[in-house]
């Protein structure tokens, strides 16, 4: 068994009256809306000003690879600085650049290397909203149960704004001229990060780690801190979030190469919405449970869960079966990406958990943009089929470096009753559960 029912924990709604959840996730969200709509707006601003799909795909690789590539070096300042300090220069500078960037594209003239240098800065100072809210999560929730449905609740969020975000750029170029997306991306990030920087959980950032030090529950099965294996389990959660981004990068490619094929490109909205779909009931079915497996082998069994649905995708029959393993795929989707982030919480010590948080984040988007590219190699080159079992692969043999290592036998000193030290003992309480 891996889940209890024995335990009861507090409902969703036990997350917004949490004081000063409201304000602070609401205020990160708002921020993070920007980040669901600049990847399209300054894809077809670029390419308004320019005529060229390649120009705009040039521009917007240079954006996502400075932003995702950058992630735990501009974390690693909120951890050391906190976000009051932090967050508005950041937001401030990308404000400033996103909207040069609005100004060059709204200029049909503009030179593509210009486009190409704003954007990259613009990416390189991209305010890490996600996981400072992450972070402040841990300080307003000290309830370890508790604090995993906040995280669900997050993740869930972070989906729909990226769902949200591309059909507000879609109402917005119905009415004005593509830049006015970026604009408006900007504008959202200066208020969100703006507003979270003044809110009453980041005023207390540097007290955070005291607070969750004498609040907290430990963890029953990730001890914290490098000394006792953090830094290997965090690894793992990398590892894991790395295929899983590698994963769902090449699915969108091979579910519009599938369609394409059948001549059905109809469908491909469709399945990615259900991808989305049933990520965001994953997601709260996943924070609503209590588990009693440890962290690390549940994440193993969803990323071996996703691994195998992703791999008979491909053997749909007709387009329209994508949309149902679209679905039953995306349940795995948003428990895999919160258990992630919980271990690298766990892991991290309070003057790292930012950092920490970034570098889940930053190998789950690097993944993504990899295998986008890599798919793309294959399709054409072999068979579909084969083509959705490669891109499964990956997530599958990132399951191996989550599972725990196997029970040894007891030494001689165990059988005399010698204490071992804290680490071993912990080990073994992990092995028993569920």
């Known amino acids: 068994m891996i889940m209890s029912s024995s335990v009861v924990t507090p409902s969703y709604a036990a997350v917004p009256r949490t004081r000063h959840a ?21 894809i077809l601003a670029v390419r308004e000003a320019t005529g060229s799909y390649a120009v705009a795909g040039s521009v917007m690789a240079v954006f996502g690879l400075t932003s995702v590539f950058l992630s735990p070096a501009r974390a690693g300042l909120v951890d050391r600085y906190g976000p009051r300090r932090v967050l508005p220069p950041m937001a401030a500078a990308y404000t400033v650049l996103l909207s040069a960037l609005a100004f060059a594209t709204a200029w049909s003239g503009a030179p593509g ?19 400072v809210m992450r972070t402040l999560w841990s300080a307003l929730v000290p309830d370890r149960a508790l604090l995993q449905r906040a995280h669900s609740l997050d993740g869930v969020a972070e989906e729909l704004l990226f769902v949200t975000g591309p059909l507000l750029v879609g109402v917005l170029v119905q009415v004005t001229v593509p830049s006015v997306g970026l604009a408006v991306s900007a504008a959202l990030v200066l208020t969100g990060a703006l507003a979270l920087a003044a809110s009453p959980a980041a005023r207390g950032w ?14 029953d099965d990730i001890p914290s801190g490098p000394a006792s294996g953090g830094g290997a ?3 793992q959660a990398i590892a894991v979030s790395a295929g899983v981004g590698v994963s769902l990068g090449a699915l969108e490619l091979l579910v519009i190469a599938f369609a394409d094929e059948r001549h059905a490109s109809h469908v491909v909205p469709w399945v990615l919405a259900a991808l989305s779909a049933g990520s965001a009931v994953g997601g709260l079915v996943h924070g609503a449970v209590q588990w009693r497996a440890s962290s690390r082998v549940r994440l193993s069994l969803l990323a071996i869960a996703l691994g195998l649905v992703l791999a008979a995708t491909g053997l749909s029959p007709h387009p329209y079966m994508l949309i149902f393993w679209a679905a039953l795929g995306g349940l795995f989707v948003a428990p895999a990406i919160t258990t992630a982030y919980l271990i690298a919480d766990e892991c991290a010590g309070p003057d790292s958990r930012t950092k920490a948080g970034a570098w889940v984040n930053t190998a789950l988007n690097a993944g993504t943009a990899g295998a986008t590219a890599a798919a793309g190699l294959l399709v054409g080159h072999m068979p579909l089929p084969v083509c959705f079992a490669l891109a499964a692969a ?21 059988a005399r009753g010698i204490t071992l030290p804290a680490e071993s003992s912990r080990e073994a309480i992990d092995l028993n559960i569920g």
């Open 22 to 42: 409201c304000r602070t996730f609401g205020a990160a969200l708002l921020g993070r809306l920007s980040y669901g709509m600049v990847s399209l707006s300054l």
């Open 206 to 219: 540097g007290d955070r780690g005291k607070a969750a030090a004498g609040s907290a529950a430990p963890s």
């Open 394 to 414: 990956p997530v599958v043999l990132s399951a191996a470096t989550a599972l725990p290592p196997p029970r040894r036998s007891a030494s001689p000193r165990q």
């Open 233 to 235: 389990r965090l690894g």
């Open 113 to 131: 290397v210009l486009m190409g240098i704003l954007a990259g800065t613009a990416g390189a100072s991209t305010p890490p909203l996600g996981p």
